[in-house]
C-alpha cells in the first residue's frame, strides 16, 4: 500500500514538473556519479563557468547531501543554503547567492547536513520545480551526490538532461554501468564524459565496450548511451582548486580546458534537441 501511494506522489511530483519545465525557459542538467572521487563537482563548478561566458544564465544547485564544496570551488561564503529553505528558514531567493562570476548564481548545500526521517526525495525535486518556475535561468546545473540512492534518482528523475561523470578506473565504470542499468528503464538516453583521460579515444572505446555488455544484457534497446568527451589529467586542475579558483578560468590555453569547452559544445547541442531556447 505504501508503495502504491509513494509511487502516485512520484507520478504527481512528475506531471507538476512536467508542465513548470514546459512554460519556463531553463533547462536542467543533472551532472552525476555511481563513485565518489571521479572530479564531478569540480567539473560542474568549472562547466557552469563556461556556460556562463558564453552568455547563459546559470545557476548550479548543490545537491551533494551532507558532501557539500561548490561553495569552496566557486568561492563563496553563502550565509544561506539550500537546507535552510527545506527547512523553512530561508526563503527562495535568500538561497540564490550571486557568485563574483557574471551570469552564476550558486544554490549551496551543506557539509554534514542531517535530513529527518521525515524528509524525502520529493522535497529536493520540488525545490528543483520552485527555480524552474522562476523562469530566471537558461540552465540549472544540479551536482549530485555520488552513488544510487533515492534523492539522487529523484534528481535525475526531474532533469531534462543527465551527465555521467567518470574515469577509466573499473570500480568507477561497474558504477556507470549500474547508472546505465538504473536509467534504462525510466529514461532515453545518458551522457558520459571521462575523466582523468590520457586522450579522446579511451573515453570512446570504453563507452562502446559498455554499449556492447547493455546489448548482450538486453537492457532497453531504444535508450542511448553517448559519449560527449574526455578531461584530460593536468596538474593545473589541483593548483586551481587549491586556490579556489577555476581552472578554465586560470588556464584558459590549458588542455583540461580546451577539453572541457568541447563537451560543452556537445552539451549544448543536446540541449537544443530538447528544448529550443
Not at 531534462?160 to 565504470?173: H, K
Not at 532497453?220 to 559519449?227: A, L, Q, R, S
Request: net charge positive; with cysteine; hydrophobic share 40%.
Amino acid at each position: 500500500m505504501f508503495n502504491q501511494i509513494s509511487q502516485q506522489a512520484q507520478n504527481l511530483v512528475s506531471l507538476t514538473t512536467k508542465s513548470a519545465a514546459e512554460k519556463s525557459k531553463t533547462k536542467v542538467i543533472a551532472i552525476t556519479s555511481g563513485k565518489g572521487g571521479v572530479g564531478k563537482s569540480t567539473i560542474t563548478a568549472n562547466m557552469a563557468f563556461v556556460l556562463s561566458q558564453k552568455g547563459y544564465n546559470v545557476a548550479v544547485l548543490d545537491a551533494d547531501i551532507g558532501l557539500a564544496n561548490m561553495q569552496v570551488l566557486l568561492n563563496v561564503r553563502p550565509a544561506k543554503t539550500f537546507f535552510d529553505y527545506i527547512d523553512g528558514h530561508s526563503s527562495l531567493e535568500e538561497i540564490l547567492i550571486p557568485t563574483q562570476y557574471d551570469n552564476l548564481t550558486l544554490c549551496a548545500g551543506k557539509s554534514g547536513y542531517e535530513y529527518t526521517k521525515n524528509t524525502n526525495s520529493l522535497v529536493f525535486s520540488r525545490v528543483v520545480t520552485q527555480i524552474v518556475q522562476l523562469d530566471r535561468y537558461d540552465i540549472l546545473l544540479i551536482d549530485t551526490g555520488a552513488g544510487l540512492n533515492e534523492y539522487v534518482q529523484e534528481f535525475l528523475d526531474i532533469s531534462d538532461e543527465i551527465l555521467a561523470i567518470t574515469t577509466t578506473d573499473p570500480s568507477a565504470i561497474t558504477d556507470a554501468y549500474a547508472l546505465i542499468k538504473m536509467l534504462s528503464k525510466t529514461k532515453k538516453k545518458l551522457l558520459i564524459c571521462f575523466n582523468h583521460t590520457k586522450n579522446y579515444t579511451i573515453g570512446d572505446t570504453i563507452t562502446n565496450s559498455i554499449k556492447d555488455l547493455s546489448q548482450k544484457n538486453r537492457l532497453n534497446k531504444n535508450f542511448m548511451v553517448k559519449y560527449i568527451g574526455s578531461i584530460s589529467s593536468t596538474q593545473n586542475i589541483q593548483k586551481a582548486g587549491r586556490r579556489r579558483l577555476l581552472f578554465v578560468n586560470e588556464f584558459k590555453y590549458d588542455v583540461a580546458t580546451i577539453d572541457l569547452e568541447n563537451v560543452v559544445d556537445k552539451l549544448l547541442r543536446e540541449l537544443e534537441k530538447v528544448k529550443k531556447w
